[in-house]
Every structure is written in structure tokens, then in C-alpha cells.
């Protein structure tokens, strides 16, 4: 079965500074998405950056990037130059098969950005 | 972009009663929808897989009969929660997934946070 795991439920980070957010997953799927989302404390829930398991380049938006480590089964979540409203819960999430657009979701890691 | 409008964003209900949260996809067609809850410092856990025209599938666990689910039009889908009781008091959130293919992100709703009394 398909499983998303993050092993950092908080981070802390310095404003300016870079940060890593930890995202391993397990599929048996040689075609699968990976994504990150962004939840502030209000709920809602923003797409930042996905990758597919084909694409050969790591993927960036802006001051987000994704180290995507194939053989590792590794998708973390690079937040450079920190700000103080990327402070909220990050979750990891992988589409799982080809076919269907369902995601499971990790667990989460709240990121607090310091003044 | 693709735009999800949930509604409405918090309701408190008494016992027994039934809630009935609306997700619409406003500036795009869904043919697929999904429905998920979210304990206080959780994950999001999948519900159901809300399908235009056709009965929602609900993943394991989850009581159909208490989370009726309805998805009428490409634009609207709703989740009613029948006969409530203080446990089904969490954050409700949908998505849908829009036109841009499986690897397209899904969009989602500002969620709903049902507390029931």
C-alpha cells in the first residue's frame, strides 16, 4: 500500500534562512505525483509544488523547491529565504496510480518561522 | 486558477440534527470530487470519492449512511451529515480535481469546521 511519511511534526527556522521539510514515501507505482500543500491556521489549504516520477529535473516555484531523490523515495520540501508567513503545517501528499486522482496524505510538519 | 468554494465555513448544530456542507467548483467543470476530515492537529483523512452523476465511493471506515454525499452537477457537490453527534464535531474540507490531468493538484475548499453540541 502506499504510504507518505514525515518524521518532523515541528520545525523551527530563522526568518531569512533556508529550510527542509522531510517527506518519504513507498509505492509499488512507477507512476505517481508528489506534492506539497500549505495549511496556515485559518484551514484552507494551498497547492505549492508537485513532482511527477518521471520528471528528471527537481521542481521550483518560486522560493520553493523540491529535492526529489527517486532511488530514496524522498520528496523534500526546500523553503529558501524563510518569511514570517510561511509559519503553518506543511503536509507532503502522493496521487496514488496512474488512474485516479486520490491523495494520501502525510502527517504533517509545522514549520514556525522566528523573528 | 481553479477556484473551490466551500460553504458554509463554520456551523455549530445541536445533537441529532443534520448539517449539509456545499462544495462548489467555481470557475471550472468537476467531475470528481473529494471529501475529507481533519482532527485538530491531524491529517487530512479521505472520506469519499464524489463522482458527477453517479454514487460516491467511501473509503473504509466511513458510514455512508452517515455521511450522505451528492454530487449533482459538475459544479456542486454536498456533504450531509445526518443525525449528528458530539464525535462528528472535526474540519470538513473538499476538493476537486480540475482539467489539467492526474497531475494537475487537486484544489481544495476553506474547509468547514462543524462543531456539534
Known amino acids: 500500500a502506499q504510504k507518505i511519511t514525515q518524521t518532523q511534526p515541528g520545525m523551527f527556522v530563522q526568518e531569512k534562512e533556508a529550510v527542509t521539510l522531510d517527506c518519504t514515501y513507498d509505492t509499488s507505482d512507477q507512476s505517481y505525483g508528489l506534492f506539497w500543500y500549505k495549511q496556515p491556521s485559518s484551514g484552507e489549504m494551498i497547492f505549492l509544488i508537485y513532482q511527477g516520477s518521471y520528471d528528471e529535473q527537481n521542481a521550483t516555484e518560486g522560493r520553493y523547491s523540491l529535492n526529489f531523490q527517486k532511488a530514496r523515495k524522498s520528496a523534500n520540501l526546500v523553503i529558501s529565504a524563510s518569511q514570517l508567513g510561511d509559519s503553518a503545517m506543511y503536509f507532503c501528499?502522493?496521487?496514488?496510480?496512474?488512474?485516479?486522482?486520490?491523495?494520501?496524505f502525510g502527517t504533517g510538519t509545522r514549520l514556525k518561522v522566528l523573528a | 486558477g481553479a477556484v473551490v468554494s466551500q460553504h458554509p465555513s463554520w456551523v455549530i448544530c445541536k445533537s441529532g440534527t443534520s448539517v449539509k456542507i456545499e462544495c462548489r467548483s467555481l470557475d471550472f467543470q468537476a467531475t470528481t470530487m473529494f471529501w475529507y476530515r481533519q482532527f485538530p492537529k491531524q491529517s487530512l483523512m479521505l472520506m469519499a470519492t464524489s463522482n458527477e452523476g453517479s454514487k460516491a465511493t467511501y473509503e473504509q471506515g466511513v458510514e455512508k449512511d452517515k455521511f450522505l454525499i451528492n454530487h449533482a452537477s459538475l459544479t456542486l457537490s454536498t456533504l450531509t451529515v445526518t443525525s449528528a453527534h458530539p464525535e462528528d464535531s472535526s474540519f470538513y474540507i473538499c476538493?476537486?480535481?480540475?482539467?489539467?490531468?492526474?497531475?494537475?493538484?487537486?484544489?481544495f475548499g476553506n474547509g468547514t469546521r462543524l462543531t456539534v453540541t
Open positions: 476538493s476537486a480535481s480540475g482539467q489539467g490531468g492526474p497531475n494537475s493538484p487537486l484544489h
Open positions: 501528499a502522493m496521487r496514488e496510480g496512474s488512474g485516479t486522482y486520490k491523495y494520501i
